[in-house]
């Protein structure tokens, strides 16, 4: 089923006439705008896309199946005026993305609104093989980006100059950006989970936790690998060589059918049962696609079912406060079979 006609379904299960989408996010994806105000008005009959003057050129290229309004007014007196001329009673919006001042704005009318929560984000959590081949090239990427910073690294760099060297090669690779702001956790810093880029200068005997993602054509990826600058303090070297067998236990194991809290558990009880438990606090991975996190969570309260397309990080870590820590984070698919790999770069303990 495509995402089109499972909007549709969504419309139906919920007995509305219409759909607002507001978010950027689920605006793009449902209608491949990608320009920074719009907003989407979609009914069994009608997919219409609001925006003004800027953009028309841009949404008419870019949003062929999609009626183009150039609004007259503020976005949101559009909206209103566009569901007043469909004759919309009932219409969903995204009550987890919509401010309260906005709603006031909406509900300003005759028409009933009824939060669909998380409906559309569920829908994007099933990747379409477009989305797939591109977050796959956004992987490839930032596999590249780490085989060359691993050619540069060294004792003296600060860590916003390794975070500078690593952006400018994601942007040479062909990425549009850093998909969140980089993590260059060096030395004690490591104990940081998103200890992102400082002024502190890399030392020999530091482990450096490198937490990066590429953008390239809208979607992400997201990677994490964990090096050392000279020979590292050994109870690091025995954490790194514990959370590289939980993550690559959770790697060979997580596979449709699993949830979320369970193919969390795969690494969480490894950790664990070295007497790491305590110093691994956070989820065990997240979805990715156009934003950084999205659905599924592999987390402890997770249950969420995989299945096939889902595409996830698998991202353990220990951290232990005033030595350093350890991540190595790859990005997989679920298949009907297991899972696919898309970083590929080596996840041994290299010492530079």
Request: negative net charge; contains cysteine; hydrophobic residues 40%.
């Amino acid at each position: 089923m495509s995402k089109n006609e499972k909007v549709i379904e969504l419309l139906s299960q919920n007995n509305l006439d219409a759909l607002v989408v507001l978010s950027d996010y689920n605006r793009r994806y449902l209608s491949g705008f990608t320009g920074t105000s719009g907003a989407l008005v979609i009914t069994p009959k009608e997919n219409i896309l609001i925006t003004d003057f800027r953009y028309i050129d841009q949404a008419t290229q870019q949003a062929s199946d999609f009626e183009i309004v150039n609004r007259s007014a503020g976005l949101v007196e559009e909206v209103k005026t566009v569901l007043d001329k469909l004759n919309v009673k009932k219409a969903g919006f995204e009550g987890h993305i919509v401010s309260y001042d906005t709603f006031q704005l909406l509900n300003d009318s005759n028409v009933e609104y009824q939060s669909i929560g998380n409906a559309i984000e569920d829908i994007r959590a099933v990747k379409e093989q477009y989305e797939i081949d591109t977050i796959q090239k956004a992987a490839q990427i930032v596999d590249e980006t780490y085989e060359y910073i691993l050619t540069i690294a060294k004792a003296g760099m600060t860590e916003q100059e390794l975070k500078a060297e690593l952006e400018s090669k994601m942007l040479r690779l062909g990425a549009s950006g850093p998909s969140f702001d980089t993590i260059v956790a060096s030395g004690y810093r490591g104990a940081l989970p998103h200890g992102v880029a400082s002024d502190k200068v890399i030392e020999e005997g530091d482990l450096i936790t490198l937490d990066f993602g590429a953008y390239y054509n809208g979607y992400v990826s997201d990677i994490t690998r964990t090096f050392a600058i000279g020979q590292p303090d050994p109870k690091l070297v025995e954490a790194y060589n514990i959370v590289l067998e939980a993550q690559q236990a959770a790697v060979d194991q997580i596979k449709a059918g699993m949830t979320g809290k369970e193919a969390d558990a795969i690494a969480r009880d490894i950790i664990a049962s070295y007497g790491y438990g305590d110093n691994f606090g956070h989820s065990t991975g997240h979805g990715i696609g156009l934003e950084i996190h999205e659905q599924p969570m592999l987390a402890k309260q997770s249950d969420y079912v995989l299945i096939p397309n889902n595409c996830v990080t698998v991202e353990p870590g220990i951290y232990i406060e005033g030595l350093g820590g350890i991540r190595i984070e790859d990005d997989i698919l679920i298949t009907e079979n297991g899972n696919e790999v898309f970083t590929k770069c080596t996840k041994d303990l290299i010492i530079l």
